[in-house]
Each structure stands twice: as structure tokens, then as C-alpha cells.
């Protein structure tokens, strides 16, 4: 690895942290067939391999044979700290971050690096924000996790919905709902790996179950308190979806994330804001029957998935870090989200958020490719600075703008 510029002059705009990964790969596709025609953007791919990142580079093709490779050892905290200082954004993809990302983010922090991922790890988070705010604050680093389809969806959608309320009725709505109406896509082996993770982390440290338990669990410090919420595992009829709702296996991190928005951006939304998620299933018996089917395979994964040998033997069968779904599967998937927004005097608002590609992966890559660009390009750190941040809460209108103008998302009152 050489160190070509200093902090205060990077090289890169933008650093594509775990580049010979399945999803850095899709990254790396995304910045060389749609960003770079549109916008002159300085990037590097960089892991620990040289040799599979130069295989990488040379699957991309001739549109990729000049772009640089940096190394490091990932466990090499001074090597890490050379690299990120070539950077203005560290985009990074290797996770479990519980397992693999603190050393990376601690350099962030300490050197003034903007820096965005694609956990869904809450308790991480936590610990991140604990340990490493102060110095991020410091050094004017704005750390921005969770920016794949956990959670830019559920963050930016309430942030839009909220923002087109207060055009008409100048308040904001008080309780918010997501349900999930559609959705197709390949299981990522990223975020099984990152459940099994926090699952085993649960095992040992029964202190880490309740956080996972605590929906104001990514709060600032002094904002951890708040209404009581909603389930997180809802199996019920819901009038206000007009149909029967199923627990979401991705509301554990989407709620955290929307409420440390409402706190940081001073309780926008309001101080008694309500939010929860759900997948929506159908109206009648036939949606109950599904609701109940739904519930009860997931009671039935996650109870195992709480024993060693049954995780340990589950496990085999489930996607590999690394490992992702076809092209015709990443491309012909899709999202619908539906937010439903009530304000104090009973009226009802409803907005829809769409995607073009596979949640976990196609959509993934460009929301947390846009999500690097928009912190290098389109907030300036005299506008937001240091600390560890939402992506509403850091990018909000701006990065609303590029998700709709190119990364296929929709942001629509419905």
C-alpha cells in the first residue's frame, strides 16, 4: 500500500473498502457503468488481497484497468490508519462489522474520514457510538452506518413523508407506520452472517439481548428514553393497512435507526413520535393464514437460531458471506413500502417507496454508493459535522435527490 496524499489532500473520493467481495464487486460495476459518465469521481477499490482485487479489476474490464488498488491488513491499525487518510469517504462492506469493522471505523474517527456501511448490527452501533464519537466529533469524521436497504428506506421514508406533511398541515404526524406490500429478492449471506453473529454475541452476554430489546437502543446518550412502542413482532389485524401484519425481520434495526433520526434531527418528528414496521399480508382469512404461517416459521427459525447446534447446523444450509443471488434474480427484484402517517387530529397520510433492484444487493450497492457521494460531493462539514449520524438525519434532502435521480429508488405520496 502507498500513501499518495495526506488527509487534508486525499486522492480518492471515495474508498470501496472489501472491493473483491460479492456485493464491493456490484459497487465497483455501479461506479464504472453509471456514475463515472455522469460525474468525475476519484475511487480506489481496496481490501487485504491484492491478487483478488486485481482479479476483480480485471472482470470489470477496460472501463476499470486504471483505477488504483490499495491494501492493508485489516487487523494493522497503522496500516489502516495510511489508508483511510487517502480517502475523503471510506465505503466499506466487510462485515460482520462486529467481527470486522471496529478498527476500520476507530481510523475513521480519529483522522477526519467520512465513512458510510451496510450494517444492520444494533448493538455494534451502540458501541461504536460510545466508544469512538468523541474522537469523531474531534476530528470532524461524520460516520453515517446502515446504508444499504438497512435502513435508507425506512430512514429516508419517514423523512419524506414527515417533510410533505408539514407542507400541508405544518405538523408533523405523531405515529408512523412501515408495511412491507412487496418484495423479491436473493438471501444475502452478509446479513445471515451478521444475524448469526449478534445471535452467538446474545449467547454469551445476556446484556447484548436486551439491548437488542431496547428500540432507543442508537440514541444519543441523552435521548434514550421515550413512549412506549409498538411490537416488534406484530401478529394482528391492522385497520390502518387495511389488512393482517407479520413481524419484519429487518424492523430491529430500521426502528432504531428512524428514531436516532428523530432525536438528532431535535425530535423532528415529535418527542412522543410512535414507529414500527411489519410486513403487510393480505386482507380476509387468507391474509390471516399467512400472517400466522409467517409468524410462526420465524418463531420457529429464530427460537433455534437461539441454540449452538442448531444454529451451527442451520447455518450450513444458509448463503456464505460472499456468496449472492444470479444477475436475472438481482435485476427483476423489487420493493414496495408503504408508510402510513396519522397526525394528532386523526388524518391519514400515506407515501410509498419503491426499488428497482434486489433489496439486498442490486438496490444495496447504489443506495450506499450514493450515500458516499452525497457526503463528498453535497454536504459540506461546515453544514453537518463530526459524530455519528443517520442517513436522514447527515444527507436527508440531498441524498433523496440522488436516490430518485439514480439509484432507481421512488419517493411518492400516494
Given at each position: 500500500?502507498?500513501?499518495?496524499?495526506?488527509?487534508?489532500?486525499?486522492?480518492?473520493?471515495?474508498?470501496?473498502?472489501?472491493?473483491?467481495?460479492?456485493?464491493?464487486?456490484?459497487?465497483?460495476?455501479?461506479?464504472?457503468?453509471?456514475?463515472?459518465?455522469?460525474?468525475?469521481?476519484?475511487?480506489?477499490?481496496?481490501?487485504?488481497?491484492?491478487?483478488?482485487?486485481?482479479?476483480?479489476?480485471?472482470?470489470?474490464?477496460?472501463?476499470?484497468?486504471?483505477?488504483?488498488?490499495?491494501?492493508?491488513?485489516?487487523?494493522?491499525?497503522?496500516?489502516?490508519?495510511?489508508?483511510?487518510?487517502?480517502?475523503?469517504?471510506?465505503?466499506?462492506?466487510?462485515?460482520?462489522?462486529?467481527?470486522?469493522?471496529?478498527?476500520?471505523?476507530?481510523?475513521?474517527?480519529?483522522?477526519?474520514?467520512?465513512?458510510?456501511?451496510?450494517?444492520g448490527e444494533a448493538p455494534w452501533v451502540r458501541n461504536m457510538?460510545?466508544?469512538?464519537?468523541?474522537?469523531?466529533?474531534?476530528?470532524?469524521?461524520?460516520?453515517?452506518?446502515?446504508?444499504?436497504?438497512?435502513?435508507?428506506?425506512?430512514?429516508?421514508g419517514v423523512y419524506f413523508l414527515d417533510r410533505e406533511v408539514k407542507k400541508q398541515k405544518n405538523a408533523p404526524c405523531p405515529q408512523i407506520k412501515m408495511r412491507v406490500h412487496n418484495a423479491r429478492g436473493g438471501m444475502s449471506g452478509g446479513t445471515i452472517d451478521s444475524m448469526l453473529t449478534m445471535m452467538e454475541e446474545a449467547g454469551r452476554d445476556p446484556s447484548i439481548r436486551q439491548k437488542m430489546n431496547d428500540r432507543y437502543l442508537i440514541n444519543p446518550a441523552d435521548k434514550r428514553d421515550g413512549p412506549k412502542q409498538p411490537s416488534d413482532t406484530p401478529v394482528e389485524y391492522d385497520a390502518d393497512a387495511e389488512g393482517w401484519i407479520a413481524p419484519f425481520v429487518m424492523a430491529g434495526v430500521n426502528t432504531r435507526v428512524v428514531h436516532r433520526s428523530n432525536a438528532l434531527l431535535d425530535y423532528a418528528y415529535g418527542r412522543d413520535f410512535l414507529y414500527d414496521e411489519a410486513m403487510y399480508m393480505g386482507e380476509?382469512?387468507?391474509?390471516?393464514?399467512?400472517?400466522?404461517?409467517?409468524?410462526?416459521?420465524?418463531?420457529?427459525?429464530?427460537?433455534?437460531?437461539?441454540?449452538?447446534?442448531?444454529?451451527?447446523f442451520i447455518a450450513r444450509f444458509l448463503p456464505k458471506p460472499g456468496e449472492g443471488p444470479s444477475q436475472e434474480t438481482r435485476e427483476t427484484g423489487f420493493y414496495d413500502l408503504r408508510f402510513i402517517g396519522k397526525t394528532e387530529d386523526g388524518e391519514k397520510f400515506n407515501a410509498q417507496v419503491t426499488g428497482d433492484r434486489d433489496p439486498g444487493y442490486g438496490s444495496t450497492a447504489k443506495m450506499i454508493v450514493e450515500s458516499a457521494l452525497c457526503l463528498a460531493f453535497d454536504v459540506p462539514k461546515s453544514q453537518v459535522g463530526g459524530g455519528f449520524w443517520t442517513p436522514a438525519s447527515a444527507m436527508g434532502d440531498p441524498l433523496l435527490k440522488r436516490l430518485v435521480a439514480r439509484a432507481g429508488l421512488t419517493f411518492d405520496m400516494v
Open positions: 500500500m502507498t500513501d499518495q496524499n495526506s488527509a487534508q489532500d486525499p486522492a480518492y473520493d471515495v474508498l470501496v473498502w472489501g472491493a473483491s467481495g460479492f456485493v464491493g464487486k456490484l459497487i465497483c460495476e455501479y461506479l464504472i457503468e453509471e456514475v463515472i459518465d455522469n460525474e468525475r469521481v476519484r475511487w480506489a477499490m481496496g481490501g487485504r488481497n491484492q491478487e483478488k482485487l486485481e482479479g476483480i479489476r480485471a472482470e470489470l474490464g477496460e472501463a476499470a484497468k486504471d483505477v488504483p488498488i490499495v491494501t492493508a491488513d485489516a487487523a494493522d491499525e497503522a496500516a489502516l490508519e495510511k489508508l483511510v487518510k487517502q480517502a475523503k469517504v471510506v465505503l466499506t462492506t466487510v462485515g460482520p462489522y462486529a467481527k470486522y469493522g471496529t478498527p476500520l471505523i476507530a481510523a475513521c474517527a480519529r483522522h477526519g474520514v467520512d465513512y458510510v456501511d451496510l450494517t457510538i460510545d466508544t469512538y464519537e468523541e474522537d469523531a466529533k474531534k476530528s470532524g469524521a461524520r460516520i453515517v452506518p446502515c446504508c444499504g436497504f438497512d435502513s435508507i428506506p425506512s430512514d429516508l380476509g382469512v387468507g391474509g390471516a393464514m399467512k400472517t400466522f404461517a409467517m409468524a410462526g416459521g420465524m418463531g420457529a427459525f429464530m427460537g433455534a437460531m437461539a441454540f449452538s447446534p442448531a444454529r451451527n
